[in-house]
Protein backbone atom coordinates (compact mmCIF):
# COMPACT_ATOMS: atom_id res chain seq x y z
CA UNK A 1 0.00 0.00 0.00
CA UNK A 2 2.71 2.39 0.95
CA UNK A 3 4.49 1.85 -2.53
CA UNK A 4 1.53 2.90 -4.67
CA UNK A 5 1.50 5.69 -3.15
CA UNK A 6 4.47 6.92 -3.50
CA UNK A 7 4.49 6.10 -7.30
CA UNK A 8 1.13 7.91 -7.43
CA UNK A 9 2.60 11.43 -5.73
CA UNK A 10 5.93 11.00 -7.96
CA UNK A 11 3.70 11.01 -10.88
CA UNK A 12 1.43 13.87 -9.53
CA UNK A 13 4.77 16.30 -8.92
CA UNK A 14 6.69 15.38 -12.00
CA UNK A 15 7.57 17.65 -14.91
CA UNK A 16 4.54 18.99 -16.89
CA UNK A 17 4.88 18.29 -21.13
CA UNK A 18 3.90 21.56 -23.27
CA UNK A 19 1.32 21.20 -25.86
CA UNK A 20 2.61 21.96 -29.34
CA UNK A 21 1.10 24.61 -30.75
CA UNK A 22 0.92 24.74 -34.90
CA UNK A 23 3.14 27.01 -36.69
CA UNK A 24 1.17 30.32 -37.78
CA UNK A 25 0.00 30.12 -41.68
CA UNK A 26 1.82 33.53 -43.52
CA UNK A 27 -0.71 34.40 -46.75
CA UNK A 28 1.22 34.42 -49.73
CA UNK A 29 2.43 37.67 -51.02
CA UNK A 30 0.72 38.73 -54.34
CA UNK A 31 2.88 38.62 -57.09
CA UNK A 32 3.02 42.01 -59.02
CA UNK A 33 2.50 41.95 -62.92
CA UNK A 34 3.74 44.82 -64.44
CA UNK A 35 1.93 44.51 -67.66
CA UNK A 36 -1.11 44.55 -65.83
CA UNK A 37 -0.34 48.08 -64.00
CA UNK A 38 1.03 49.10 -67.13
CA UNK A 39 -2.37 48.84 -68.88
CA UNK A 40 -4.37 50.47 -66.00
CA UNK A 41 -2.35 53.10 -66.38
CA UNK A 42 -2.71 53.51 -70.07
CA UNK A 43 -6.48 53.11 -70.00
CA UNK A 44 -6.53 55.84 -67.50
CA UNK A 45 -4.87 58.32 -69.66
CA UNK A 46 -7.10 57.33 -72.48
CA UNK A 47 -10.14 57.91 -70.74
CA UNK A 48 -8.73 61.46 -69.28
CA UNK A 49 -7.90 62.02 -72.97
CA UNK A 50 -11.44 61.28 -74.01
CA UNK A 51 -13.07 63.40 -71.66
CA UNK A 52 -10.89 66.73 -72.76
CA UNK A 53 -11.68 66.15 -76.01
CA UNK A 54 -15.63 65.95 -75.45
CA UNK A 55 -15.58 68.81 -73.34
CA UNK A 56 -13.75 70.83 -75.83
CA UNK A 57 -15.83 69.56 -78.83
CA UNK A 58 -18.73 70.37 -76.85
CA UNK A 59 -17.39 74.06 -76.01
CA UNK A 60 -16.88 74.55 -79.62
CA UNK A 61 -18.61 77.21 -81.13
CA UNK A 62 -19.93 77.96 -84.79
CA UNK A 63 -21.79 81.20 -85.70
CA UNK A 64 -24.85 80.31 -87.72
CA UNK A 65 -27.55 82.37 -89.36
CA UNK A 66 -31.27 82.87 -87.62
CA UNK A 67 -34.17 85.30 -88.80
CA UNK A 68 -34.09 88.41 -87.20
CA UNK A 69 -37.94 88.30 -88.26
CA UNK A 70 -40.96 86.67 -89.32
CA UNK A 71 -39.94 85.62 -93.27
CA UNK A 72 -43.22 85.06 -94.75
CA UNK A 73 -43.22 82.09 -97.44
CA UNK A 74 -42.67 82.93 -100.87
CA UNK A 75 -40.59 86.17 -99.92
CA UNK A 76 -37.50 87.48 -101.00
CA UNK A 77 -34.56 87.46 -98.12
CA UNK A 78 -33.11 90.55 -97.16
CA UNK A 79 -30.01 91.30 -94.97
CA UNK A 80 -32.25 92.83 -92.06
CA UNK A 81 -34.09 89.40 -93.06
CA UNK A 82 -30.86 87.73 -90.73
CA UNK A 83 -28.92 87.73 -87.94
CA UNK A 84 -26.28 85.46 -86.26
CA UNK A 85 -25.59 83.67 -83.22
CA UNK A 86 -22.70 81.33 -81.72
CA UNK A 87 -24.39 77.72 -81.52
CA UNK A 88 -22.20 74.63 -80.08
CA UNK A 89 -22.54 70.96 -80.87
CA UNK A 90 -24.27 71.89 -84.57
CA UNK A 91 -23.22 68.30 -86.05
CA UNK A 92 -26.12 66.50 -87.36
CA UNK A 93 -28.19 70.12 -87.58
CA UNK A 94 -28.97 71.36 -90.79
CA UNK A 95 -27.57 74.72 -90.17
CA UNK A 96 -26.06 78.09 -92.39
CA UNK A 97 -22.76 79.34 -91.22
CA UNK A 98 -22.36 83.02 -90.87
CA UNK A 99 -19.70 83.09 -93.43
CA UNK A 100 -22.67 82.43 -96.22
CA UNK A 101 -24.78 85.49 -95.55
CA UNK A 102 -24.39 87.55 -98.79
CA UNK A 103 -25.70 83.91 -100.45
CA UNK A 104 -28.71 83.79 -98.22
CA UNK A 105 -29.25 87.33 -99.25
CA UNK A 106 -31.40 87.41 -102.53
CA UNK A 107 -33.20 83.93 -101.79
CA UNK A 108 -37.00 82.81 -101.46
CA UNK A 109 -38.68 81.74 -98.31
CA UNK A 110 -39.62 78.46 -99.08
CA UNK A 111 -41.71 77.94 -95.77
CA UNK A 112 -42.56 80.73 -93.58
CA UNK A 113 -39.72 80.91 -91.18
CA UNK A 114 -39.45 81.92 -87.48
CA UNK A 115 -38.41 84.82 -86.30
CA UNK A 116 -35.32 83.67 -84.05
CA UNK A 117 -35.03 80.26 -85.75
CA UNK A 118 -32.10 78.67 -87.62
CA UNK A 119 -32.04 79.00 -90.75
CA UNK A 120 -31.45 75.40 -92.64
CA UNK A 121 -30.40 75.30 -96.54
CA UNK A 122 -34.28 73.10 -96.94
CA UNK A 123 -35.95 76.72 -96.23
CA UNK A 124 -34.87 78.79 -98.93
CA UNK A 125 -35.55 78.35 -102.37
CA UNK A 126 -33.67 79.89 -105.85
CA UNK A 127 -36.95 81.59 -107.27
CA UNK A 128 -40.53 82.61 -106.12
CA UNK A 129 -43.65 81.05 -106.38
CA UNK A 130 -44.67 79.44 -109.11
CA UNK A 131 -42.51 76.90 -109.42
CA UNK A 132 -41.54 74.76 -112.07
CA UNK A 133 -44.46 72.83 -112.56
CA UNK A 134 -46.79 75.36 -111.14
CA UNK A 135 -48.80 78.64 -111.83
CA UNK A 136 -50.16 81.26 -109.66
CA UNK A 137 -53.78 82.23 -109.27
CA UNK A 138 -55.53 85.11 -107.46
CA UNK A 139 -58.71 83.91 -105.59
CA UNK A 140 -61.56 86.66 -104.67
CA UNK A 141 -63.11 84.91 -101.00
CA UNK A 142 -65.74 86.53 -98.65
CA UNK A 143 -64.52 86.21 -95.08
CA UNK A 144 -67.55 82.72 -94.57
CA UNK A 145 -65.62 81.03 -96.73
CA UNK A 146 -62.27 81.56 -95.01
CA UNK A 147 -61.16 79.87 -91.81
CA UNK A 148 -62.02 82.29 -89.37
CA UNK A 149 -58.15 82.33 -87.66
CA UNK A 150 -57.06 83.37 -91.37
CA UNK A 151 -54.18 82.28 -93.16
CA UNK A 152 -50.78 82.71 -94.11
CA UNK A 153 -48.11 82.76 -96.49
CA UNK A 154 -47.22 78.77 -96.97
CA UNK A 155 -50.88 77.52 -95.80
CA UNK A 156 -51.75 74.59 -97.71
CA UNK A 157 -55.25 74.15 -98.52
CA UNK A 158 -58.41 72.27 -100.07
CA UNK A 159 -60.29 74.72 -102.84
CA UNK A 160 -63.84 73.37 -102.64
CA UNK A 161 -66.54 73.89 -105.29
CA UNK A 162 -69.95 74.55 -103.30
CA UNK A 163 -73.27 74.77 -104.65
CA UNK A 164 -74.95 78.06 -106.00
CA UNK A 165 -77.34 80.40 -104.13
CA UNK A 166 -80.15 78.49 -102.50
CA UNK A 167 -78.87 75.18 -104.06
CA UNK A 168 -78.67 71.82 -102.94
CA UNK A 169 -75.77 70.19 -101.63
CA UNK A 170 -73.75 68.09 -104.00
CA UNK A 171 -74.67 64.02 -103.65
CA UNK A 172 -71.34 63.16 -103.74
CA UNK A 173 -67.36 64.31 -102.61
CA UNK A 174 -67.62 67.71 -104.04
CA UNK A 175 -64.45 68.71 -106.47
CA UNK A 176 -61.21 69.97 -104.77
CA UNK A 177 -57.99 71.54 -105.59
CA UNK A 178 -54.86 71.25 -103.87
CA UNK A 179 -53.28 74.75 -103.20
CA UNK A 180 -50.84 76.41 -101.63
CA UNK A 181 -51.10 80.09 -99.95
CA UNK A 182 -48.48 82.73 -101.11
CA UNK A 183 -50.21 85.80 -100.39
CA UNK A 184 -53.29 87.13 -98.49
CA UNK A 185 -54.84 90.59 -99.95
CA UNK A 186 -56.60 92.91 -97.21
CA UNK A 187 -60.24 92.68 -97.47
CA UNK A 188 -62.06 95.23 -99.25
CA UNK A 189 -65.21 97.37 -98.24
CA UNK A 190 -67.42 93.95 -99.42
CA UNK A 191 -65.40 91.97 -97.20
CA UNK A 192 -63.52 90.21 -100.27
CA UNK A 193 -60.03 89.65 -100.18
CA UNK A 194 -57.65 88.06 -102.39
CA UNK A 195 -55.66 84.99 -101.84
CA UNK A 196 -53.02 84.21 -104.29
CA UNK A 197 -52.43 80.55 -104.36
CA UNK A 198 -50.17 77.71 -106.41
CA UNK A 199 -52.07 74.94 -107.75
CA UNK A 200 -50.59 72.55 -110.48
CA UNK A 201 -50.25 73.81 -113.77
CA UNK A 202 -52.81 71.61 -115.37
CA UNK A 203 -55.45 72.69 -112.33
CA UNK A 204 -54.86 76.75 -113.26
CA UNK A 205 -57.41 77.42 -115.56
CA UNK A 206 -60.25 75.40 -113.97
CA UNK A 207 -59.69 77.02 -110.47
CA UNK A 208 -59.47 80.73 -112.75
CA UNK A 209 -62.99 79.73 -113.70
CA UNK A 210 -64.84 78.50 -110.67
CA UNK A 211 -63.08 81.36 -108.73
CA UNK A 212 -64.99 83.84 -110.98
CA UNK A 213 -68.33 82.32 -110.24
CA UNK A 214 -67.60 82.84 -106.42
CA UNK A 215 -68.65 79.11 -105.95
CA UNK A 216 -65.82 77.99 -103.69
CA UNK A 217 -64.61 77.66 -100.13
CA UNK A 218 -61.31 76.87 -98.98
CA UNK A 219 -60.31 74.17 -96.24
CA UNK A 220 -57.09 74.76 -94.27
CA UNK A 221 -54.88 71.51 -94.14
CA UNK A 222 -52.60 70.57 -91.14
CA UNK A 223 -49.17 71.60 -92.08
CA UNK A 224 -45.77 69.93 -93.14
CA UNK A 225 -43.31 69.13 -90.59
CA UNK A 226 -40.88 70.98 -90.25
CA UNK A 227 -42.27 74.01 -92.89
Known amino acids: MTTTSRSSTA ?19 PRRRPGLLALGV ?6 ALAAAWLVSTS ?17 VLTDAD ?3 VEVSGTSGVAVIPAGERDQVVGQVAATTIVAGSLLAPAQ ?13 VGVP ?7 A ?10 IVETPGVDGDPPIGLPATLAATVVRVGPADL ?6 DVTVAAGDGPALASRAATGRIALVLLPRVAGS
Do not use: F
Not at 59 to 75: E, F, I, K, M, Q
Not at 141 to 147: E, I, M, N, V, W
Open 11 to 29: RADGPTRAMPVAAALRAPR
Open 42 to 47: ALVAVG
Open 59 to 75: SARVAVLVAARDVPYGT
Open 82 to 84: LST
Open 124 to 136: LTDAAPPKAGEVL
Open 141 to 147: LKADRLP
Open 149 to 158: GGLTPGDRVL
Open 190 to 195: NGVSVL
